[in-house]
Structure formats: structure tokens, C-alpha cells
């Protein structure tokens, strides 16, 4: 296991660095302060990808069963949401924003990795179950993306709409991208969180024998589907633009997070986080 | 040699004695040759807001003397006159005018992006006149570099400050990419015109131009690439375009929130950047509450400028911050040049020093044997050196670039390694 330390040590390392060049990009506005945060996010990435893949292969199960390989997925799955949102469009303040937040998960990770946990429960360690919550963590992370990029998108459009022009409005995206940028985040979430929920559907036929339709954690998965559905709908059937759609993109994204995080806390389900 | 700047600007000379001083392009060679003999490297900058002379010379006051004679006789001007209107800068406060100007820190309008090719036209003159040494194109290339710098790491030049760069600057901050874009000019007043240029020139390639006088909307259109159109069409066009550019004369709103409502279902929920750039306005404010239109005045733009300019002042501290880190490393880069000349001439003053006493008293010393005068003369020798061993240990160790450079300038300037400034 110690190799393995390791390798997650260097990747919580990489995106350490990369969070600090993200904050000397705000103190200097340099460029080139926010391309190297960006080539250090991708050896974080580089590096986690062989950890999680080197800690599956030891452990012969996906690791999502614990908080530490949860996390860890979790700051994997963002990073590369956000490298690939980058590749498409260049917003600095995206990486700004999300590389601290993906450090901090790492780190957590790597603290949570120390306390030695086992799986939650054994069934977590079933393929299925396994590709279903790994596909459901990438497509919130797209989520997760595509709610910060709608918020930026917001903001700048108030702004604009008010005659208000911020001086950090200069380094935010045009809203024409910041909008194409929330289609295509909320494009892979969806696709991603429907074929996790899809994944899910056949492990719940097969544990539970059917599909137990008022698990409020069910409801809530679907629910956030139907939300963002109703987004593409309005944006490419009724051809409504701007904040109206984005408030769909605002309210599936908190649907998701409290599926996510405030059924285990608030209510009961069967899952088992 | 001393680096200096002797010239008068926006701040010192009103327009009418600038304009006087202005050379063409072909007199400024001619002037930096007449200079060759006094100032091997020099360049002359010409703008409409300054004229500067930047030279490496010894004395300067021959230099700055020859440049005011030859301006006065070519611009009439008394001497009292060009006196009170041009200042003159040395070393540190020489390189900071420079740095300053590159980074339009010194400019009429801070963060105006012209200056810095203004001065690089200048450098290249020099070059084909063949006075840029290595000194001079050190200095330039690290006045170049810093004001990269400025524009890129602070807030100078990001934001537009007349009212038709704001309004280009916020059609980038709606749609991105204009070069896709279609604009329509409702009216074809000067205004609408300079701001239409400023979209061609980031790739806007469809124009409509709608006028009373629709001669007038065709000539404009013309100059655009565009189509011309009347009024009544121009309206019913609205939909059609991304931008709309109104300057009309007249005494009410001429667009009503009916018509950009009209405008925006055909639009599909597209957004709408409607300038409105009449006094009285042209668009009813009512239509700018609409989503997905942004409707912005002539006050609405002054505004924006107005900040943006302000922002810009604030952003000049953190510009001298950096032009100071600069300044060091150009300081830095100057010692390796400066100290090592000034070590040498400072141990041939002592040894002249040194050997004409020497010569003096050897003769008074006659008396004594051949082994005796050999360890009076070392004893001077030991005695000249050991003087100068502190000063230049202390010399080669001072961590600061900047009290480096000026401890070997008070060195020189002490002990007269060169010859002083003499006014």
C-alpha cells in the first residue's frame, strides 16, 4: 500500500500546485500563472488515474466503497470535467475557482486514506453497483461544473443587463461561451448520471427484485433528470435562452446535490450512502 | 556613459509648441546622424503628445545643447521658450521616463495601447540610422518587455475608456466571437461610423445601414462593405441583426419595446446588443427590460468609460511596482557593464595618482640606496591598494542593483572618471 500512498501523495501534491499557481493567477493575472495551474491539474489527474486504477487492481473491486475512494473519484472525475471544459473554452476563473476545491477533496482523501477504512458494505464491491456510483459521481461532477459555469453565467449577465461592469467581469468568459459551456457540462452530466441511474436500475432489480420507486434518493436521481431534460427541451425545442434556462441548470444541480448528500442526512433510503 | 532623456510632453508643452517640435520619419534619421558625433546611441520619439530624445552621451550637456540649437533653428523658437518646456532625465529617472512611456503610465490616456508601438517605430529608426548600440537596445528591449508585463498582469489596458471601444467591448462580452455577427446602423451619424469601424475591425463583416436619406445610408454602406437601407426597412431588419446602432436625430423614441419585442420572437430567444447612441434617444428604455436584450446608452457607455478610466488609475501603482522590479533587473543587467569599467578607471586613477607623486618625491629620495627606493615605492603601491580594497569589496557586494549602479555613478561622478554634467 505504501506505493500507493505515494502515488496519491504526488497527485494531492500536483493539485496542490496547481491551486497555488490558481491563486497567483488572481494576485497577478498573468496567463501564464493560469496555464501552469492547468498542466499541474493534468498530472494530478495523470497521477490519480494510476492510483485509482492501481488500487482497483489490488483491492480486485472498483474503489468507490469507502469516503476516501469516494473522494478520491470525486477529484479525479472533476479535474478532468474541468480540463476537458477548458479544452473547449479558456476561463480562467474556472480554474480559479475549482482547483482549490479539487485540492481540498484530494487532500480529504489522503486523510481519510490514512485512517485505513474498509468497504461501507460488501455489496459496493459488486461490478455493477460499482460502474453505477462511478458513473453517477463523473455525471455530478459535470453537474457540479456546469452549476458553477451557470452561476458565472448569472453574474455576468446581471451585470452586463444593469450597466454594472465589475472589474473581474474582464476575465470572465462572453456569456455566448459561458452558455455553451453550461450546454456541454450539463450535456455529459446527463448523459453520464442517465447511464449510471440505468446501471443502478439493473442491480436494484437484481438485489432488491424491482425498483423501489419512492426511495427518495431514486426519486430525487430521476427528478434531476427530468430537470435537466426540461433545460435541453426549452433551449433546443422552445428556443428559450439566457436565465430562464439557466435557473433548470440552478435548480437540478441543488436537486442533485441534496440527493447526493441530504437524503442520507434529512430522510431514509436504502442505498447505502 | 550617461543614459538620458531630454524632450518635453503632454505635460509640460500645450499642443501648439508639440506640434512645432514633431519631425517626419526622414528628418528624424537626419537629426540622429547630426548627433552621432556627440551621442552614438540615440533614439527620437514623435508623437502628437511628445517628442523625446533618449541618448547615451558624455557630457550630456553638449548632446542636450546641440538637440535645443538645432530644434530652435528649425522651429524658430527663442531659447527662453524651448527651455520652459523640456525637462531633462538621467540614469534611474531616465529609465523610468522610458519604462514609464513603453507602459503608457505617462500617457495623455493611461493604458492606451499605441505608445508601446510608438516607441518600438522610434527603436527601429534608431537601428536603420544605425545609432542603437548594445546598451541602448538593452535598455529598449527591457522597457519593451516591462510594458508586456503591465499589459498583461494588471488592469491598464484591459478596459476600454472612450465610448465606442466600450460599446465594442461589450458586444465581445455578449456574443465572444463577433466576427459571425450581424450589425444594423439606424442612422449614419460620425459616432455610429468611428463605433462601426471599431466592430469591422474585430472581424464584423455585415453591415445594414438604415437612414432617412437613404444616399446617405448607401455611402456609409459602401465604406462598410454593407447594405444600405431606409428607415422603415431598417426597423423591420431588427430581428435580423445581433447589434443595432442607433444616431438618429429625432425628438422621440423612433424604436418602441413593441418593435424589439417583434424583433426578439424572431430571434428564438437570441440575444440583442442595441447602442443607443441619440440625444434624444432613439430606443424607448422600456425595451431594454426585455431578456436577452441589453440596451445600453450614450450615458450608459460614458459611464462605463468614466470607471474603466478610474480603474485604470488604480491600476498605475501596481504598474510601478512591477516597472520597478524591472528597472533592477535592468540595473542588474547595466552593472556587469558599468562596474567593471569603473573598477578598472577607479585603479588607473590611483596608480596615475600614485606614480606622479612618486616621481616627484623619488628624486628628493636620491640619497637613499637603490633597495630603500624599491620599499618606499612598494610602500606606496601597498598603501594606494589598501585603499582601495574596502571601497571596491563593499562595491562588488552590495546586494541592491539599483545602489550598485549608483555607488559606481558616485564613484565616477566623485573621483572624475567622466566627465560631469555641465549645464
Known sequence: MKGLDILLGLAVAAYGLGAAQAFRYLAYLDPALEASAFRWLTWGIGLQAVFLAALGGSQGYTPVTNLSEILSVLAFSLGVALALGRSKVSAPLLSVLFLPFIFLLSVFSLVAAAKGQGPMSSLLTEPLIALHIFLTLLGYSFFTLGFGVGVTYWLQESQIKRHQLRKWANHLPALDSLEGLTVFFTGWGFLLWAAGLFMGIFQALKVWGGIPCSDPKILGSFSVLLIYAAFFLGRWGLGLRGKKTMVLVLAGYFLALFTFLGVQVFLNSRHVY | ?423
Open chain 2, 1 to 423: 556613459m550617461k543614459f538620458q532623456v531630454f524632450g518635453l510632453n503632454h505635460a509640460t508643452a500645450p499642443v501648439s509648441i508639440r506640434e512645432k517640435y514633431a519631425l517626419a520619419p526622414d528628418a528624424v534619421k537626419a537629426f540622429l546622424r547630426d548627433l552621432k558625433a556627440l551621442a552614438p546611441e540615440a533614439a527620437f520619439l514623435s508623437t502628437c503628445n511628445r517628442v523625446e530624445f533618449y541618448f547615451l552621451a558624455e557630457p550630456a550637456a553638449e548632446v542636450t545643447a546641440l538637440i535645443r540649437k538645432k530644434l530652435q533653428a528649425y522651429h524658430r523658437l527663442s531659447p527662453a521658450e524651448a527651455r520652459k518646456y523640456f525637462y531633462r532625465h538621467e540614469d534611474l529617472e531616465a529609465f523610468r521616463h522610458l519604462f514609464r512611456v513603453a507602459a503608457s503610465l505617462d500617457s495623455m490616456v493611461v493604458g492606451e495601447s499605441q505608445i508601446l508601438g510608438q516607441v518600438k517605430e522610434a527603436f527601429r529608426f534608431s537601428v536603420e540610422a544605425g545609432m542603437a548600440g548594445s546598451t541602448l537596445t538593452g535598455i529598449f528591449n527591457r522597457a519593451f518587455s516591462a510594458a508586456k508585463t503591465v499589459r498583461s498582469q494588471t488592469e491598464i489596458a484591459r478596459m476600454p475608456v472612450s465610448v465606442s471601444s466600450v460599446a465594442v467591448s461589450l458586444a465581445g462580452k455578449i456574443f465572444g466571437d463577433l466576427a459571425q455577427k450581424k450589425v444594423l446602423l439606424l442612422g449614419a451619424g460620425e459616432m455610429s461610423e468611428l463605433t462601426a469601424k471599431y466592430l469591422a475591425g474585430e472581424g464584423v463583416a455585415d453591415f445594414w445601414v438604415a437612414n432617412r436619406t437613404l444616399e446617405k445610408a448607401k455611402a456609409l454602406a459602401a465604406k462598410l462593405k454593407g447594405q444600405g437601407l431606409s428607415l422603415d426597412q431598417g426597423i423591420a431588419q431588427m430581428g435580423e441583426a445581433d447589434i443595432v446602432l442607433t444616431s438618429l436625430q429625432v425628438e422621440r423614441a423612433l424604436v418602441g419595446a413593441p418593435d424589439v419585442e417583434a424583433a426578439m420572437r424572431s430571434r428564438k430567444g437570441k440575444p440583442l446588443f442595441i447602442i443607443d447612441l441619440g440625444v434624444p434617444r432613439n430606443v424607448d428604455a422600456e425595451a431594454g427590460r426585455q431578456a436577452q436584450v441589453y440596451l445600453y446608452n450614450i450615458d450608459d457607455l460614458s459611464a462605463v468609460a468614466q470607471s474603466n478610466q478610474q480603474e485604470r488609475q488604480k491600476a498605475m501603482a501596481a504598474a510601478d511596482e512591477i516597472l520597478s522590479r524591472e528597472i533592477d533587473g535592468l540595473c542588474s543587467w547595466l552593472n556587469n557593464l558599468e562596474l567593471v569599467p569603473t573598477i578598472v578607471r577607479l585603479k588607473e586613477r590611483f596608480e596615475s595618482v600614485r606614480q606622479e607623486e612618486w616621481d616627484d618625491f623619488s628624486k628628493r629620495l636620491a640619497h637613499l640606496d637603490e633597495k630603500d627606493r624599491a620599499l618606499v615605492e612598494r610602500l606606496s603601491r601597498d598603501l594606494a591598494a589598501h585603499l582601495l580594497h574596502a571601497p571596491l569589496v563593499t562595491l562588488k557586494n552590495l546586494p541592491d542593483a539599483r545602489e550598485r549602479f549608483e555607488y559606481a555613478k558616485m564613484l565616477n561622478d566623485l573621483f572624475g572618471l567622466w566627465k560631469g554634467p555641465e549645464e
